[in-house]
């Protein structure tokens, strides 16, 4: 089952009233369960929309109509009785892409009745849709923009009148349908989306921004991203009028719900007023005026929005500053950058797209040599393959998916793939990793900072059963927010069976070392939530470590800790594991004698999964206590002088040394504001003319304790 919005839906779905109003069916509060995105993702958004409103200044073009895009559209019909009300027509497919497209231009139902207050920030986003009509093989559609997919010929069960689990949509029927998100805004339209606690009626995946550290919680992948819809709200039947899927896909381009999900919250948009919370079918304007006090808007809340909850024949409009986040996304949003390309929404044959996927077979533990099978994933029908494969055996390939590629070496290797069709060619380099176990010296440290993973000379070991489950790296979250990557195995997602499955370090030399503690962060929180029982429960993850010299022919457990031991947020969520800064911890182990003085010593970090959430673990430190921890303080600067008024950024480079722990960094920014920071990067503004000292003070700490500190200086001109 997915975890990652049982709770966000336990309080906000809420049973589905059949009340007419105006023709259709009233939509009650909760019948959206898509998440919020989180901090870092709005932060980023937030500074994309900022620096395109300072192009167009410079460029003098503020007024000027917004870049517009079209977007093709394939939509999944999955149905198990093959009648109007699961399998729909086409006209109904049809009648929601013009509901779409009004929408989004800001001429649809209703949109010339919006209260004078409101009406001047109604939006023209520039976004149209398309229904695709080209597939991924190159076959025209013979109806356009639809894939049919009949669940009981794949041995799906009969969804009955409850619907599909939340799991079973994303894990098996989105990853067996998915069509290339790069190319085709995927919706799926499915009789009934399964709940605990009332009706739901949609929900989408939010787009992962481009530079961004870190996704956002329900954030799309190849195999998920779109959204889905039940079938009985998609498009115009008479009692919806479609206002569903514009919900939805305003999700999918980035646009929270308006009242922030939170009493009195925010969308973070500027021109949309702060509501008390979601609204339920058609108030009457003005409603709710300065209901939440300062801030509140005196024209009270815009319940005709898209994002709210009101019943589609109220829903009426999109905002300027939605749209700027539309077209943040668009600009700038995996998946959603591509779309603009997209040739799909016209009948002309394309030459290929080529892509391919990769995994590890299971090999011997210190194994000297690893074999990888490769899968052609390219697009529009490419009819001949030429592979490359740097230090492989063999080197090269023509068939389109090979097998057992063995290398002899470990590092990192290019992998070529050439595909050709009648209409033309195209060809992709990856870069894989061979991970050969190597040897390391003492003392020994990694914090997962290198862009690849395992880190070279580290091998990992599955266990489960499904290859593709395993330790891996998590971007933006690392040990007390000092640099941006730590190790994870991610028991959100991945059901480990409680089966066990490590990662392995280098052989590292302990010749001659006569005592060694291992030192690392950890940061863990539990699974707490309503598992369909209707009673909340814990799920919980274990963290073991062990020590071996002969290549785990024997190993000695040095670690293990589960439940509350292991927890650093032990009261446990819902919704994924992002742990703040403050959410971590330090262990520290002592190594057995046994182990000293060896020279092929190995420590194996082991998960056993129980479905519960991520394990976090960063700064592994391997070192002598004979040493005193140490840190050094440096830092980068942008430029060394500035105009006044501007801004000039400063970025900490300090290390730890001797087995200590970078556990924490001060600004002191003399004549900028702000005039302090403890971030790792930090751009103050300069208002006045001057020359000032900049100084970072960095602390390391001994797993519990600060004990040591440096500071250094540098001076700057404004």
Same mark, same amino acid.
Request: charged share 15%; proline share 5%.
């Given at each position: *089952?997915?975890?990652?919005?049982?709770?966000?839906?336990?309080?906000?779905?809420?049973?589905?009233?059949?009340?007419?109003?105006?023709?259709?069916?009233?939509?009650?509060? %909760?019948?959206?369960?898509?998440?919020?995105?989180?901090?870092?993702?709005?932060?980023?958004?937030?500074?994309?929309?900022?620096?395109?409103?300072? =192009?167009? *200044?410079?460029? &003098?073009?503020?007024?000027?109509?917004?870049?517009?895009?079209?977007?093709?559209?394939? /939509?999944?019909?999955?149905?198990?009785?093959?009648?109007?009300?699961?399998?729909?027509?086409?006209?109904?497919?049809?009648?929601?892409?013009?509901?779409?497209?009004?929408?989004?231009?800001?001429?649809?139902?209703? #949109?010339?009745?919006?209260?004078?207050?409101?009406?001047?920030?109604?939006?023209?986003?520039?976004?149209?849709?398309?229904?695709?009509?080209?597939?991924?093989?190159?076959?025209?559609? @013979?109806?356009?923009?639809? !894939?049919?997919?009949?669940?009981?010929?794949?041995?799906?069960?009969?969804?009955?009148?409850?619907?599909?689990?939340?799991?079973? *949509?994303?894990?098996?029927?989105?990853?067996?349908?998915?069509?290339?998100?790069?190319?085709?805004?995927?919706?799926?339209?499915?009789?009934?989306?399964?709940?605990?606690?009332?009706?739901?009626?949609?929900?989408?995946?939010?787009?992962?921004? #481009?530079?961004?550290?870190?996704?956002?919680?329900?954030?799309?992948?190849?195999?998920?991203?779109?959204?889905?819809?039940? @079938?009985?709200?998609? %498009?115009?039947?008479?009692?919806?009028?479609?206002?569903?899927?514009?919900?939805?896909?305003?999700?999918?381009?980035?646009?929270?719900?308006?009242? &922030?999900?939170?009493?009195? &919250?925010?969308?973070?948009?500027?021109?949309?007023?702060?509501?008390?919370?979601?609204?339920?079918?058609?108030?009457?304007?003005?409603?709710?005026?300065?209901?939440?006090?300062?801030?509140?808007?005196?024209?009270?809340?815009?319940?005709?929005?898209?994002?709210?909850?009101?019943?589609?024949?109220?829903?009426?409009?999109?905002?300027?500053?939605?749209?700027?986040?539309?077209?943040? /996304? *668009?600009?700038?949003?995996?998946?959603?950058?591509?779309?603009?390309?997209?040739?799909?929404? !016209?009948?002309?044959?394309?030459?290929? #797209?080529?892509?391919?996927?990769?995994?590890?077979?299971?090999?011997?533990?210190?194994?000297?040599?690893?074999?990888?099978?490769?899968?052609?994933?390219?697009?529009?029908?490419?009819?001949?393959?030429?592979?490359?494969? =740097?230090?492989?055996?063999?080197?090269?390939?023509? #068939?389109?998916?090979?097998?057992?590629?063995?290398?002899?070496?470990?590092?990192?290797?290019?992998?070529?793939? /050439?595909?050709?069709?009648?209409?033309?060619?195209?060809?992709?380099?990856?870069?894989?990793?061979?991970?050969?176990?190597?040897?390391?010296?003492?003392?020994?440290?990694?914090?997962?900072?290198?862009?690849?993973?395992?880190?070279?000379?580290?091998?990992?070991?599955?266990?489960?059963?499904?290859?593709?489950?395993?330790?891996?790296?998590?971007?933006?979250?690392?040990?007390?927010?000092?640099?941006?990557?730590?190790?994870?195995? !991610?028991?959100?997602?991945?059901?480990?069976?409680?089966?066990?499955?490590?990662?392995?370090?280098?052989?590292?030399?302990?010749?001659?070392?006569?005592? +060694?503690?291992?030192?690392?962060?950890?940061?863990?929180?539990?699974?707490?939530?309503?598992?369909? $029982?209707?009673?909340?429960?814990?799920?919980?993850?274990?963290?073991?470590?062990?020590?071996?010299?002969?290549?785990?022919?024997?190993?000695? $457990?040095?670690?293990?800790?589960?439940?509350?031991?292991? @927890?650093?947020?032990?009261?446990?969520?819902?919704?994924?594991?992002?742990?703040?800064?403050?959410?971590?911890?330090?262990?520290?182990?002592?190594?057995?004698?046994?182990?000293?003085?060896?020279?092929?010593?190995?420590?194996?970090?082991?998960?056993?999964?129980?479905?519960?959430?991520?394990?976090?673990?960063?700064?592994?430190?391997?070192?002598?206590?004979?040493?005193?921890?140490?840190?050094? +303080?440096?830092?980068?600067?942008?430029?060394?002088?500035?105009?006044?008024?501007?801004?000039?950024?400063?970025?900490?480079?300090?290390? +730890?040394?001797?087995?200590?722990?970078?556990?924490?960094?001060?600004?002191?920014?003399?004549? &900028?504001?702000?005039?302090?920071?403890?971030?790792?990067?930090?751009?103050?503004?300069?208002?006045?003319?001057?020359?000032?000292?900049?100084?970072?003070?960095?602390?390391?700490?001994?797993?519990?304790?600060?004990?040591?500190?440096?500071?250094?200086?540098?001076?700057?001109?404004?």
């Amino acid at each position: *089952m997915s975890k990652n919005l049982l709770l966000l839906v336990s309080f906000m779905v809420m049973l589905l009233q059949q009340n007419a109003i105006s023709s259709e069916v009233q939509k009650e509060n %909760g019948w959206c369960a898509t998440s919020a995105p989180n901090t870092q993702w709005e932060n980023q958004i937030q500074r994309i929309i900022q620096h395109q409103k300072l =192009q167009k *200044m410079e460029n &003098g073009r503020i007024g000027e109509e917004q870049t517009s895009y079209t977007i093709p559209v394939i /939509v999944h019909v999955v149905y198990y009785q093959n009648n109007n009300s699961q399998n729909i027509p086409a006209a109904r497919v049809a009648s929601q892409l013009d509901i779409l497209n009004n929408d989004f231009a800001g001429i649809g139902l209703n #949109s010339g009745s919006i209260p004078p207050p409101f009406a001047p920030l109604k939006a023209n986003s520039n976004i149209s849709f398309c229904l695709a009509k080209l597939d991924m093989n190159n076959n025209i559609l @013979a109806e356009p923009g639809i !894939d049919r997919v009949s669940a009981s010929s794949k041995g799906w069960p009969n969804p009955g009148t409850q619907g599909w689990e939340r799991d079973f *949509m994303d894990n098996t029927i989105k990853k067996a349908t998915i069509w290339d998100p790069n190319y085709y805004l995927n919706i799926w339209v499915v009789p009934a989306i399964k709940s605990t606690s009332g009706t739901l009626l949609g929900y989408a995946t939010f787009p992962a921004l #481009s530079g961004l550290d870190g996704l956002p919680d329900g954030a799309g992948n190849p195999l998920n991203d779109g959204v889905v819809i039940r @079938a009985s709200y998609f %498009g115009n039947n008479g009692t919806s009028k479609g206002r569903t899927t514009t919900h939805e896909v305003g999700h999918w381009l980035g646009l929270r719900h308006i009242w &922030g999900d939170t009493n009195c &919250g925010t969308d973070y948009v500027n021109d949309t007023p702060t509501h008390v919370t979601s609204n339920g079918g058609c108030p009457t304007f003005p409603y709710n005026v300065n209901a939440c006090g300062a801030g509140s808007s005196p024209d009270g809340e815009m319940f005709m929005n898209f994002m709210d909850y009101t019943t589609d024949n109220c829903m009426a409009m999109f905002t300027n500053g939605q749209s700027d986040r539309f077209q943040a /996304v *668009m600009a700038n949003a995996e998946f959603r950058v591509n779309l603009a390309n997209s040739p799909v929404c !016209d009948t002309v044959k394309q030459k290929p #797209s080529a892509k391919f996927t990769y995994l590890k077979q299971n090999a011997a533990l210190c194994a000297t040599s690893q074999t990888f099978d490769f899968t052609d994933k390219s697009l529009f029908k490419p009819t001949s393959w030429k592979w490359t494969f =740097q230090g492989g055996s063999p080197a090269t390939s023509t #068939s389109q998916n090979p097998t057992n590629i063995t290398f002899n070496s470990s590092g990192i290797k290019n992998i070529k793939l /050439v595909v050709t069709n009648d209409r033309g060619s195209d060809s992709v380099t990856y870069q894989i990793n061979v991970p050969i176990v190597g040897t390391a010296t003492f003392p020994f440290f990694e914090d997962f900072e290198s862009p690849y993973f395992p880190p070279l000379g580290w091998e990992t070991i599955n266990r489960n059963g499904n290859p593709a489950i395993n330790w891996d790296v998590r971007n933006g979250y690392s040990a007390y927010g000092v640099g941006t990557r730590s190790m994870i195995f !991610d028991n959100t997602n991945n059901d480990g069976k409680y089966k066990k499955d490590d990662i392995q370090t280098p052989k590292i030399n302990l010749t001659g070392v006569t005592d +060694a503690k291992l030192k690392f962060d950890i940061a863990y929180a539990p699974f707490y939530g309503d598992l369909g $029982s209707g009673t909340d429960e814990f799920l919980w993850d274990t963290l073991e470590v062990l020590i071996t010299d002969n290549c785990q022919l024997t190993t000695q $457990s040095i670690y293990r800790k589960g439940e509350t031991d292991l @927890a650093t947020f032990p009261a446990g969520m819902g919704a994924e594991f992002y742990p703040a800064d403050s959410q971590w911890r330090s262990d520290t182990i002592v190594i057995p004698a046994t182990y000293l003085n060896k020279p092929n010593v190995q420590l194996i970090f082991r998960n056993y999964g129980d479905y519960g959430h991520t394990i976090y673990v960063d700064n592994i430190n391997l070192f002598t206590t004979s040493s005193t921890p140490t840190a050094t +303080a440096s830092f980068t600067m942008s430029d060394t002088t500035v105009c006044a008024g501007s801004s000039l950024t400063f970025t900490s480079t300090s290390v +730890a040394t001797n087995g200590g722990t970078l556990d924490s960094i001060r600004w002191t920014i003399n004549g &900028g504001i702000p005039s302090t920071s403890t971030s790792t990067t930090v751009s103050p503004k300069f208002n006045t003319v001057g020359t000032y000292t900049i100084s970072l003070i960095a602390y390391t700490h001994d797993g519990s304790t600060v004990i040591a500190s440096t500071v250094t200086s540098k001076t700057v001109r404004v």
